[in-house]
């Protein structure tokens, strides 16, 4: 068996953690303390943990009390893996604290990024804090009642709308699986929180039936 992979930190900093720290309606950007422990990276960049040697701060979104998003290492890293994997227009769906929207700004062949929300509070709040570069736009709305027709073409989804327990989650993430490819056959999908090499293969197991 391979010894765990760990990623040891004595301190932590993402693009969230310049943000401002307030409140606007019903939306709330809040540091919040990670301490000294072991904590799961699920292979994310390589690591099976991250071991926090310290207290960390960290910055978290919360909407009408709930948490919605960190920027942990466990999410941020995330984010990097997954922006990496677009291309050309990528739509997202949820803007949360705008992190997969720095990340897919640092890659270069992103051309375009669509973000949707559906908390004007959270645009408000959050879209002053993403980078300025002007290949992203934010709508109000929800993700879900966007059609696909009246939208510049897609080449990759990227979905971020589960908060919980993620093998709780998977026969919904499952259901959004097919459904992203039923309006956008052919964009990259990516689904936050779920081992998406697994979901692609189960577009192969479809094409063979
Ligand atoms: C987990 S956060 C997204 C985190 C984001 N990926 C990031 O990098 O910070 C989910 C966001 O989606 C928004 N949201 C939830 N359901 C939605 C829907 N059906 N349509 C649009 N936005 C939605 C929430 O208000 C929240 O801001």
């Not at 026969?171 to 936050?192: C, G, S, T, Y």
Request: proline share 6%.
């Amino acid at each position: 068996m391979k010894p765990p992979r760990y990623l040891y930190l004595d301190e932590w900093e993402t693009p969230a953690h310049s943000y401002p720290r307030q409140k606007l309606g019903c939306a709330e950007i809040k540091a919040y303390r990670i301490t000294k422990g072991v904590y799961p990276m699920y292979g994310v960049s390589g690591f099976d943990y991250f071991k926090a040697e310290a207290p960390l701060t960290d910055i978290q979104l919360k909407i009408r009390g709930k948490t919605w998003m960190v920027s942990d290492p466990l999410h941020w890293k995330s984010m990097l893996e997954h922006a990496d994997k677009y291309h050309g227009h990528v739509l997202c769906a949820g803007l949360g604290l705008g992190l997969i929207i720095h990340a897919l700004c640092d890659n270069r062949r992103v051309k375009q990024i669509t973000v949707i929300e559906r908390e004007r509070d959270v645009i408000n709040l959050v879209g002053p804090q993403l980078p300025r570069d002007n290949r992203i736009k934010i709508l109000h709305g929800d993700f879900w009642d966007l059609d696909p027709w009246v939208m510049d073409k897609v080449d990759g989804v990227f979905y971020d709308l589960f908060v919980g327990d993620g093998p709780k989650l998977y026969p919904q993430a499952l259901r959004v699986w097919f459904q992203l490819h039923e309006k956008w056959p052919d964009a990259v999908r990516r689904i936050h929180g779920f081992n998406n090499e697994q979901l692609e293969s189960l577009d192969g197991l479809l094409e063979r039936t």
